[in-house]
């Protein structure tokens, strides 16, 4: 079979090379150009036949993008509603200890601000300072699943607290 083939494309190619050739040398012949114009042309045509073909790839792309960009700022926004609008106190504790988030209604409790707690590790300022031992333990061995706590305004005032910790993937 590739006897065949080579026997039928041959011809062909040896015949396109010499109508190419000929070609070439009839257009030289009647319009003379030098190679900086030839080789700006070529180029130019390579550019617009990428172009159509890159183009509609980039736009698609671009849009694949958008649509990505909105849909995860519509994601973020209903995620922070969620965590700013719940009938109670709601914190959220990074994977290094560090509180990373807190809603106006834990802010209305304890009377610290965001500046105050943002950011800080255990044993945190609203833990009861005759308790923060105890506190610490149970934190650290991960043992405080649904419990009742003491907590403490930052005015000093203790107050009860019925407290639930989930984990929240990523």
Same mark, same amino acid.
């Given at each position: 079979i590739r006897a065949r083939l080579l026997r039928s494309f041959l011809p062909l190619a040896v015949g396109a090379v010499l109508?190419?050739?000929? $070609?070439?040398?009839?257009?030289?012949?009647?319009?003379?150009?030098?190679? $900086?114009?030839?080789?700006s042309?070529? $180029?130019?045509?390579? $550019?617009?036949?990428?172009?159509?073909i890159v183009y509609p790839i980039a736009e698609g792309i671009s849009l694949k993008l958008e649509k990505a960009q909105f849909d995860l700022q519509q994601t973020n926004e209903f995620n922070r509603s969620l965590l700013d609008n719940p009938p109670h106190p709601i914190m959220v504790i990074n994977h290094d200890d560090s509180i990373v988030y807190f809603n106006s209604d834990f802010s209305k409790v304890t009377g610290f601000t965001p500046g105050e707690i943002i950011g800080s590790k255990?044993?945190?300022?609203?833990?009861?300072k005759d308790r923060r031992e105890n506190y610490s333990l149970d934190y650290k061995n991960q043992d405080i699943s649904a419990c009742e706590r003491f907590f403490q305004k930052k005015n000093g005032e203790t107050f009860w607290v019925d407290l639930t910790v989930n984990a929240v993937s990523e």
């Open positions: 109508v190419e050739s000929l $070609a070439l040398q009839t257009l030289d012949s009647l319009y003379p150009v030098n190679e $900086a114009l030839t080789i042309i070529i $180029a130019l045509v390579l $550019a617009a036949l990428i172009g159509t255990p044993p945190f300022a609203y833990w009861p």
